[in-house]
C-alpha cells in the first residue's frame, strides 16, 4: 500500500554533526541540527521499514520505533554505521561528518600556547558513505551535499566519487532551507536522471525522497 512501501527493508540514516574533541573541554564540528535525518527515520518508520538511526550530538527527541544509536565522533559513527550496514538494504548518509579530527587529544585544556597557528595537527577522517558504498553486498546507498556554489557539478563529483546511487543535494547560506531550517528544498541526482523537491517542511521532503529511493530500488532490481 501507499502508506508500506519500505516494508520489509532495513534502513540506516546517519543524522546530526559529529564532535572532534581537541581537549576536555574543546571540538571540531559544524552546523548540522539533525533533522533532516531525524525526518527520515520518522518516515521510513512510518512507511514500514525496519530503521537503525546513528546519530551525533543534536537536540531532537529520539524517533519512536527506531533503534538510535548515539556517537560523538566520526570514527565513533563510522564504527556504527559500518556494522549497522552489513545487513542493510538501505543507507542514508545525511549526517554532516567532521572531515578532519585531531591527531592527538590533549589530556589537559590547552593553554593558549599551545593552540596557536600550526599548533593542532589534524588527519583525515575516513569517508563513511563512500566506504559503505564500496561494502559487498552493499546496500543502495544515498549521500547529502550541502553546497554553497555550483550545486550540481559538486553534486554530480560526489555522485560518481563516492560511487553513490544516489545523492540529495541543498543549498546552505541562503535566505531559505539548510541548516537548522525546518525546511528545505533538494535536488536529487541518480546515474540517468534527477527530480528537483521543491521547498517544504522536513517531514514532506523526507517522505518524497523515501517515495524516489524506494522508486528508484525497484527500477534497478525490479520483482
Ligand atoms: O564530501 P562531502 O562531505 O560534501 O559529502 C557529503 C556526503 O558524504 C554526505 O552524505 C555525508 O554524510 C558523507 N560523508 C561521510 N563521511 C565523511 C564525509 C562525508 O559519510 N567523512
Given at each position: 500500500s501507499a502508506g508500506s512501501y519500505l516494508a520489509g527493508l532495513k534502513l540506516v540514516v546517519s543524522a546530526g554533526p559529529t564532535r572532534e574533541p581537541?581537549?576536555?573541554?574543546?571540538?571540531?564540528?559544524?552546523?548540522?541540527?539533525?533533522?533532516?535525518?531525524?525526518?527520515?527515520?520518522?518516515?521510513?518508520?512510518?512507511?514500514?521499514?525496519?530503521?537503525?538511526?546513528?546519530?551525533?550530538?543534536?537536540?531532537?527527541?529520539v524517533p519512536a520505533g527506531a533503534e538510535v544509536i548515539k556517537v560523538e565522533t566520526a570514527l565513533q559513527m563510522h564504527a556504527a554505521v559500518l556494522n549497522a550496514c552489513r545487513s542493510a538494504d538501505v543507507y542514508i548518509g545525511a549526517a554532516a561528518v567532521a572531515d578532519y579530527r585531531a591527531k592527538q587529544v590533549a589530556e589537559h585544556k590547552l593553554k593558549k600556547g599551545e593552540t596557536g597557528a600550526g599548533m593542532i595537527q589534524l588527519e583525515k577522517n575516513p569517508d563513511i558513505v563512500a566506504e559503505v558504498a564500496a561494502l559487498h553486498p552493499k546496500p543502495w546507498v544515498v549521500g547529502f551535499a550541502a553546497e554553497t556554489d555550483d550545486l550540481e557539478n559538486y553534486a554530480l563529483g560526489k555522485l560518481r566519487s563516492k560511487n553513490l546511487d544516489m545523492i540529495a543535494a541543498n543549498w546552505v547560506g541562503r535566505a531559505e532551507g539548510g541548516f537548522d531550517s525546518?525546511?528545505?528544498?533538494?535536488q536529487v541526482f541518480w546515474r540517468d536522471g534527477r527530480k528537483t523537491l521543491e521547498m517544504a517542511d522536513k517531514t514532506s521532503l523526507a517522505v518524497q525522497l523515501l517515495q524516489l529511493i524506494a522508486e528508484r530500488m525497484h527500477e534497478k532490481n525490479p520483482i
Open positions: 581537541l581537549d576536555p573541554v574543546r571540538f571540531i564540528s559544524n552546523r548540522s541540527s539533525g533533522k533532516m535525518g531525524y525526518a527520515l527515520a520518522r518516515a521510513a518508520v512510518a512507511a514500514g521499514a525496519d530503521v537503525t538511526l546513528v546519530s551525533g550530538p543534536v537536540h531532537l527527541p525546518e525546511r528545505n528544498a533538494l
